[in-house]
């Protein structure tokens, strides 16, 4: 199709490839946005449509100097700001909130364009994305301190809640949007500046969302969006010392390194990492709705969801029912490009992630999985991977022990109500369990042995703006959405005012 538009702000550069798509092609941004300007870098990095593997456009790859004047924007920016009153600082969260919503059909087929997932997925993200926006502008204006009953004679105790300072906000590819707007909103709404650092597979979203912000009338410095290496720019982000708050959603391995990076600085340090989720199906449910659940809650953006259903737990009685009831469900999932009508599920990120998809499946049959549904066609394109569902996986294999971010699920049956909980608990992650069934006999022991920071009980969905969304072991530290999304990105300062 011929291009329809000419953005013309990039400097002669078009992405002609994203033009036919939007309305208004000027939310396609090719500059990376630092102290309220559009800046370029020496070099610039591609960015590639999953889907066809076409390059849809380019972004720049600052250098560590560059993300430096990033934070020293953000530094510069931060006294006004915080020192703004939080109504206003909520009025421009709402407007942002509201462009947000008024251009969501380009933003979606933004997200398609460069992440691969589904319109219809992608429209529910920017819903998603955006009411962090309103909920974060609306709590800011209640997020105070405490007045302490006072052990001192004469003395008035009170804390305040003040924002830390500058936050560094790095992100990944699966849900570009949310996972940006999850953690600005935020900090903006507590007073901090922000310098975000999206996944360099879908800046165009992050992009955009600086376009947006701009009109909103953010002053310059509040929001800078950098692009370019991950450990590049987020080494520097981590050893500045201006940089008070690390929040970091991506990959365990990646965390653990950006935690030590942030040692020598102190920094609070907000981790949302990886999963490794259990799906428990209970005796006494209905096996077609269960299987239709753990369909859902499986292959949700491909697979590559912290909150996948990775090992699906089935009591032994009812394994074989729940494994025709589950390939059914599979077969109904419709793959190919996330722009086409009936689309249910789109490509993988790229074909590296294909390839590894393709070898846990191998390392499962080697090891004495079934194969019990799904084929190994190929897909209609390089960057897709077909369902595919394992039977009989055990804990020796790779499918079960590692996040398998991939359309490849892995089941088992266990014997009692002991099995399955060392089953669920048997990983070294905990960011999300699925329990379905109904007997409180078995859910209430559960509740409470489960290792797991979220817990849902016949419910695929269990996000959402007012939950405290966080992981324990190594599924990270903290909480984002809810009331508790504003801790790690303020401190308490404790007053002892006395009396003389
Ligand atoms: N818990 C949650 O809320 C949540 C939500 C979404 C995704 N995730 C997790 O994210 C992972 C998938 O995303 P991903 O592949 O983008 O993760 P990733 O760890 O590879 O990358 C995340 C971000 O870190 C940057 N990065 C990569 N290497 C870096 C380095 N050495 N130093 C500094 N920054 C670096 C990337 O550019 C990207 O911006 C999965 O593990 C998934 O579970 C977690
Ligand atoms: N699905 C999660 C993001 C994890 O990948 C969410 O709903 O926030």
Redesign the pocket.
Known sequence: MAPMHNNGNNNGKVTDALMPYLQEPRLVRELAYLNGQWVHGQRDLPVFNPATNDVIGHVPRLNTEQAGLAVTAAHTALGPWRSLPADERAALLLRWHDLILEHKQDLATLIVLEQGKPLADALGEIDYGASFVRWFAEEGRRAGGDTLPSHIPGAELHTRREPVGVAAL??????PHA?ITRKAAAALAIGCTVVI????ETPFSALALAELAERAGFAPGVINVITGS??EL??TLCRDDRVRALSF????A?GK??LAACADTVKKCAM????NAPFMVLPDMDIQMAARAAVAAKFQTAGQD?LAANRILVPRPRYEEFLDAFAGEMARLRVGNGLEAGVTMGPLIHRRAVDNAQSLVDDALAHGARLFAGNRQPGPGENFFLPVLLADVTPAMRVYRE?N?CPVAAVLAYEDPAELLALANDTEYG?AAYIFGHDQRLIRPLLDRLEFGMVAVNSVKMTGHCIP?G?IKH??LGREGSRHGFDDFSQLKYCCLGGL
């Open positions: 790095i992100t990944p590819w699966n849900f996972m650092k999206p996944a360099s991950g450990a987020g080494n959603t991506g990959s365990t990646v390194q950006l949302e990492l990886g999963g912290c996040e971010f960011l969304f992981g599924s990270g």
